[in-house]
Nanobody, 115 residues
Framework: QVQLVESGGGLVQPGGSLRLSCAAS????????VAWYRQAPGKERESVAT???????NYADSVKGRFTVSRVNAKKTVYLQMNSLKPEDTAVYYC?????????WGQGTQVTVSS
């Protein structure tokens, strides 16, 4: 069982920035593709950004140019740098790690963008 722990959420004003972290418990972290998802109240969970084992990245259209996903395998951590935040970015952000048939989720961290 792999544990994923997200951190870095909080309250920020529109136009501000936050950096989320997802720390994993597995020593095989480099084998996992990691994705950030978010879920706003009353909405379905949606994919935000993904980073593969070879550092390829993919973003939802709504965050392209504002969010950047990165990973440091030595620290078993994936980051989501979020800039130019908008009220519509308000959601619980979840980290997901998958490798072969293994698929794990973190507990989520709340991001609120409001003035």
């Amino acid at each position: 069982q792999v544990q994923l722990v997200e951190s870095g959420g909080g309250l920020v004003q529109p136009g501000g920035s936050l950096r989320l972290s997802c720390a994993a418990s597995t020593t095989m972290f480099s084998l996992y593709t990691v994705a950030w998802y978010r879920q706003a109240p009353g909405k379905e969970r949606e994919s935000v950004a993904t980073i593969t084992t070879v550092f390829g990245t993919n973003y939802a259209d709504s965050v392209k140019g504002r969010f950047t996903v990165s990973r440091v395998n030595a620290k078993k951590t994936v980051y989501l740098q979020m800039n130019s935040l908008k009220p519509e970015d308000t959601a619980v952000y979840y980290c997901n790690a998958r490798y072969s048939v293994n698929n794990y989720w973190g507990q989520g961290t709340q991001v609120t963008v409001s003035s």
